[in-house]
């Protein structure tokens, strides 16, 4: 009872219980499609043992009620350690859930409403993101030194309304790759470099944006070549040896690394005029004029940032 109310005297217990709240108050009775295309990805990992994901929904019957009412080309776009974690969630909360939830809502999504479980299931599929939210904020707060700030970016981050509204309203899994990267912070903050790169690979092996960050924070962290060259390799070891069991199949190829919306990432930028496009991603010394990062859009954020980095006076 005494360490319960050591707790409770906590600053940030009243502002992590308001907001505990308000997200179970959210999850319950918010929906968004995308969170389907998860759930039937996850539901074949923890029902039925599927390992290959992409090649078993390249490979479902023309007749099956995913390939009917949905289509499957772009329906799980995410690397394999997403579609592991996803499918450990719902390993998690399956003792609780409807088996043929799932099976029944490939058949009737335009009467998903009157599904009587609907809003248990909604809470329970969106519960996980809960833990990792919690984990992110902690380790937000600890990148500040003051108390004052501490309790600032706290107080932000658990009543932010984007996270309130992507991850527990549309269920969607951003949160994951965004821990990873604040990870990645407090592991730099505390001079643990190879530490913060290996959690931007993680980061990136869920969705590929903080893949972009890893050549530029490797130039940042060392002067010497030899040990960017090693800062490089450890942030996309990850992402490799977890993507490499799969680049064989021509349906993860398709699906993951070759999909038109794994580059809506990169398609942010400033018109300047005619079809010149400044990419709004910052220099550390200044910025320099490269015409073909215009055209080799998906490799100019990076390239982009090395050589700005490089450029000549």
């Known amino acids: 009872m005494s360490s319960f109310r050591r707790v409770v005297k906590k600053w940030w217990f009243w502002p992590l219980v308001v907001g505990l709240l308000i997200r179970f108050i ?13 759930s039937f990805a996850a539901y074949f990992f923890s029902y039925k043992g599927v390992v290959n994901i992409y090649d078993h929904l390249l490979n479902l019957p023309l007749d099956h009620p995913l390939v009917k009412n949905f289509g499957v080309g772009d329906m799980f776009i995410y690397p394999p350690l997403t579609y592991f974690t996803l499918g450990l969630f719902r390993l998690l909360v399956k ?9 029944w809502l490939m058949q009737n999504l335009g009467t998903v409403h009157t599904y009587r479980g609907l809003y248990w299931h909604l809470l329970l599929f969106k519960l996980p993101y809960v833990f990792v939210d919690i984990a992110a904020a902690f380790v937000l707060k600890d990148l500040f030194k003051t108390l004052k700030a501490k309790k600032l970016v706290f107080f932000l981050w658990i009543f932010n309304p984007l996270s309130l509204y992507a991850t527990f309203m549309m269920g ?26 290996f959690s931007l690979g ?32 450890l942030g996309f070891l990850p992402f490799i040896a977890t993507i490499a069991p799969y680049i064989g199949s021509a349906a993860f190829r398709q699906m993951v ?57």
């Open 26 to 38: 959210l999850m319950p009775i918010t929906l968004h499609p995308d969170l389907w295309g998860h």
């Open 95 to 103: 003792p609780f859930t409807d088996y043929n939830f799932i099976p």
């Open 172 to 197: 969607q899994l951003d949160l994951i790759p965004t821990f990873f990267t604040i990870l990645a912070l407090y592991f730099a903050s505390k001079k643990r470099y190879a530490w913060s790169l």
């Open 202 to 233: 993680i980061g990136g092996s869920y969705k590929m944006y903080p893949l972009l960050l890893i050549i530029p924070t490797a130039l940042v962290f060392s002067d010497n070549f030899k040990q960017r060259i090693k800062y490089i390799l």
């Open 257 to 313: 690394l070759f999909t038109p919306k794994s580059q809506k990432m990169l398609y942010m930028g400033l018109p300047v005029s005619g079809a010149e496009v400044v990419f709004p991603f910052p220099s550390p010394v200044r910025t320099c004029t490269y015409p073909f990062s215009i055209i080799f859009s998906p490799l100019a954020c990076d390239f982009q940032f090395i050589l700005d980095y490089y450029c000549l006076p």
